[in-house]
């Protein structure tokens, strides 16, 4: 057995104007942007499967311009997540599911199911949704992961929800969204929003190499002994566990840089 899962560190997207002679090279075609950016990084969310469907053919053009080893991480359509009733989303999370993402391949990583800051936690009803999550889509093995975002989700019950499908909480480090860093997954997810557009690398080196050593805790299936845990008493095996960490901040001019910063912090 390993000792280590695997850590992949990237961003939300690839297409931002702002990074064009900044993170992308002047002379850069906008057709070559993912290729490019998928040499620097290792996973890239992808927001727009958010908003909309896409073809299979576009996912397929994504998984043949990225190399191997790279995984894109897929952002859920809000007609599944943006309803009073969860449970009852069942025919647009099929839609979402069949419009083809299981081109990507080996590349597809974990669906991220974003809930509104407004949706309160309803125990019944989340777990009605968790049920309606497929282990599989075509064959292909199904990693999800949601992102809540009201004070409410806060409870054991949350947490023992998401472990008893298998499903894994965003670990957000954001100004107003809550922090669930409590791991109930095979692998583990963190969107690092804190970052500031007046450094070059999002975060300064100290808040950077505390970023990386809870990567690596978490990759040897430890837990990091500085974020504070919903639920404390559960106990949690000790496994190696793949890890995604993506640099997201609002104006996410550095983003890149920051990305790339964090990686090389745990190469050294």
Same mark, same amino acid.
């Given at each position: 057995?390993?000792?280590?899962?695997?850590?992949?560190?990237?961003?939300?997207?690839?297409?931002?104007?702002?990074?064009?002679?900044?993170?992308?090279?002047?002379?850069?075609?906008?057709?070559?942007?993912?290729?490019?950016?998928?040499?620097?990084?290792?996973?890239?969310?992808?927001?727009?499967?958010?908003?909309?469907?896409?073809?299979?053919?576009?996912?397929?053009?994504?998984?043949?311009?990225?190399?191997?080893?790279?995984?894109? &991480?897929? /952002?859920?359509?809000? *007609? +599944?997540?943006?309803?009073?009733?969860?449970?009852? @989303?069942?025919?647009?999370? $099929?839609? %979402?599911?069949?419009?083809?993402?299981?081109?990507?391949?080996?590349?597809?990583?974990?669906?991220?199911?974003?809930?509104?800051?407004?949706?309160?936690?309803?125990?019944?009803?989340?777990?009605?949704?968790?049920?309606?999550?497929?282990?599989?889509?075509?064959?292909?093995?199904?990693?999800?992961?949601?992102?809540?975002?009201?004070? &409410?989700? /806060?409870?054991?019950? *949350? +947490?023992?929800?998401?472990?008893?499908?298998?499903? @894994?909480?965003?670990?957000? $480090?954001? %100004?107003?969204?809550?922090?669930?860093?409590?791991?109930?997954?095979?692998?583990?997810?963190?969107?690092?929003?804190?970052?500031?557009?007046?450094?070059?690398?999002?975060?300064?080196p100290g808040d950077l190499k505390a970023w990386a050593k809870?990567?690596?805790?978490?990759?040897?299936?430890?837990?990091?002994?500085?974020?504070?845990?919903?639920?404390?008493?559960?106990?949690?095996?000790?496994?190696?566990?793949?890890?995604?960490?993506?640099?997201?901040?609002?104006?996410?001019?550095?983003?890149?840089?920051?990305?790339?910063?964090?990686?090389?912090?745990?190469?050294?």
């Amino acid at each position: 057995m390993t000792k280590s899962g695997n850590i992949r560190v990237g961003i939300g997207g690839w297409t931002f104007e702002a990074w064009r002679d900044h993170f992308y090279p002047a002379d850069l075609k906008q057709k070559d942007e993912l290729h490019y950016a998928s040499r620097k990084l290792k996973v890239i969310e992808i927001n727009g499967t958010y908003y909309s469907s896409q073809k299979p053919e576009t996912f397929a053009k994504w998984a043949a311009d990225v190399p191997d080893g790279f995984i894109f &991480s897929l /952002k859920a359509s809000r *007609f +599944v997540t943006n309803r009073r009733i969860l449970a009852e @989303a069942g025919e647009s999370m $099929e839609r %979402f599911l069949n419009q083809g993402l299981t081109e990507l391949g080996p590349h597809l990583g974990p669906i991220l199911w974003q809930f509104a800051p407004t949706k309160k936690f309803d125990a019944e009803d989340f777990e009605g949704f968790l049920k309606l999550l497929p282990e599989k889509q075509d064959g292909l093995p199904l990693k999800h992961v949601v992102e809540v975002r009201h004070d &409410s989700f /806060k409870v054991p019950e *949350f +947490v023992a929800l998401l472990a008893k499908y298998g499903v @894994a909480p965003v670990c957000a $480090e954001h %100004f107003d969204y809550p922090m669930i860093a409590d791991v109930t997954a095979d692998f583990v997810y963190a969107r690092l929003q804190k970052g500031s557009d007046d450094v070059r690398t999002c975060y300064s080196p100290g808040d950077l190499k505390a970023w990386a050593k809870r990567l690596e805790s978490w990759a040897e299936g430890k837990m990091p002994d500085d974020l504070p845990l919903i639920d404390g008493s559960r106990k949690v095996a000790t496994v190696p566990r793949d890890v995604f960490a993506f640099m997201i901040h609002e104006g996410k001019i550095n983003a890149p840089f920051g990305a790339m910063a964090l990686q090389e912090e745990m190469a050294r």
